[in-house]
């Protein structure tokens, strides 16, 4: 219980960073930016609506520290503003209308190269010096050493240009209703086929070798040799004692390849012109709506800390160490 | 690694011994020598370039979108620009901003890092409580808010990948320190009266030779990656030749769809090239320096290392 709350005092930090990182940005960079943005779009806002992304972006003359007050009561409240760039929509619907695809894409890529990762990365280390051993490491280095925007594009230009197997843009065929009928679900699986798998392609080497190498220490142990000694069956021996306890750091990097599904996907989402959080961010930063980036910055961190924290509990519950101490 | 270290005598030159064996390893080593040999052609090319292809790199030397001939190596760009010119001119920023970025990161790092090992209890609270939220802000989105916010401009780049860099490596370093810290030759050069500063850097940083030098690559690797990723996305100085630029060019002018994969091949090409050697290196300096690596021959990552991959 004490390291739980140790862990939410920290990711409440780190949050409270966050927002304060956002609060100061547009405050004292140089050039004034925010200005830019109301020179730009002045003419289309109501003017109270102009006075609250005034307040809300540092534009008033207030004491620094009432403006941050301020600023904090309308985070927690969830007033983030007007988007400019899809003006008059508040930013709060235009994330919450986008979030669901980049769940979905950076949710189905991290599942899929979690867990074949992780298997290959059990039977590298269990027939140590073999096939996948020797072959699939350097493979998956050099795939991992490609920029990862570059593999997407190739995937595009190959899959999508020139064999025409796979959707091109966007997450479902212009025109079609969102619906649940097979036809829009088909639809929607066709156009994930290329960005999830060129995230599954550039991550999967990174669970392969933290699986073997945690579990080429574990093989040495003594459990081992004693289950050996007893005449259990090979595939038992590897899954049930090998990978079991070697599995602890894989559920770390879980928790931080949640960070990277809502953050992460942002090169793929922008290539595949794919509507998630992370394409709108770009959208955003290219707008110069600067209530939206915010909002945004703040959506994806919180649900990193929050993707965090749940692998904390999980923590405790798989690791025994950690719930004694 | 450190106990090999710790049989020499642990006055300072004593240092250069197992250096030079470990030079020696290195250099004897396929996996370093194949790494070495592609960064060396890189780094000739990059200091070459101007004189292989004089002049400004982005004019309009011929036709637009030709396909590779013996004139044009590569090809050219949409708008008529020779692709080879722009890969190899483009090698000097990329490098260039990668090794900045790698040196600056690594050096916080090793600030920050022998700093809370070394003083312990409300420094190392503090420094560990900044970088464990430094790592866990998402990267990417946070490159992509302070670029949209800072002056456009190369120094933005460098300042900005920085920033985001260097928590990983303060985290490796300081775990390595504190396991130096607690050895018999740090309390020996407590009780002498050493002074602070020279604990830190003459009797720790020493010792962990091996790991700053991993550090370094992983950073330097870092910082290739992600500038070529920030400067795709637009949020570089668009008007430097660079690999980023040429992918972010090449997408702007639809070399996808026009089937133009010469355009865009050469600059992904170079940065793994350049990625994958790196690499190579850092699995040598592991293998080199970690006996229990060296047994079996096939590529290994130290948990180390692996913890940092995650955590991009």
Known sequence: MRFILRRLGFYLIAFWASI???FLLPRFMPGDPVSRMFARSQDRMQPEQIEALRKL?????????EQYVDYLHNVFTGQMGVSISRFPTPVT????????WTLLLGGTALVIAAVVGNLLGILAAWRRGGAIDSALPPVLVFIGSFPYFWLAMGALYLFGVVLGWFPIRHAFTDGLEPAFTWEFIGDVGAHLVLPALTIVLVSIGGWMLGMRNTMIATNSEDYITMAEAKGLRPSRIMLRYAA?????PSVTSFGMGLGFVVGGALLTEVVFAYPGVGYQLLNAVQGLDYPLMQGLFLTITAAVLLANFLVDILYVRLDPRVRSN | MTT???????STPAVRKPNRSFVHGLLSNKKALTGLAVMVIFIALALLAPVLFPGDPSR?????SMEPSAEHWLGTTAKGQDVLALTLHGSRSSLFVGLTVGLASTFIGILVGLAS???????DEALSLVTNVFLLLPGLPLLVILAAFLPPGLGTVILVLVVTGWAGSARVLRSQALSIRSKDFVAAAVVSGERAGRIMFREILPNMASIVMGTLLACVIYGIGAQAGLEFLGLGDVSTVSWGNNLFWAGNEGALLTGSWWVFVPSGVCIALVAFALALINYAVDEVTNPRLRKIKTPQATPVKTERSAAK
Not at chain 1, 93 to 100: L, N
């Open chain 1, 20 to 22: 304060t990182l956002n």
């Open chain 1, 93 to 100: 619907e235009v994330i919450s209308s986008q979030i669901g």
């Open chain 1, 57 to 65: 972006l540092g534009v008033d003359d207030r004491p620094i520290w």
């Open chain 2, 4 to 10: 090999a270290l710790l049989k020499q005598p642990t």
């Open chain 2, 60 to 64: 309009i030397t011929a036709m637009a």
């Open chain 2, 117 to 123: 090992a070394y003083f312990g209890k409300f420094i």
């Open chain 1, 244 to 248: 079991r306890n070697a599995m602890l």
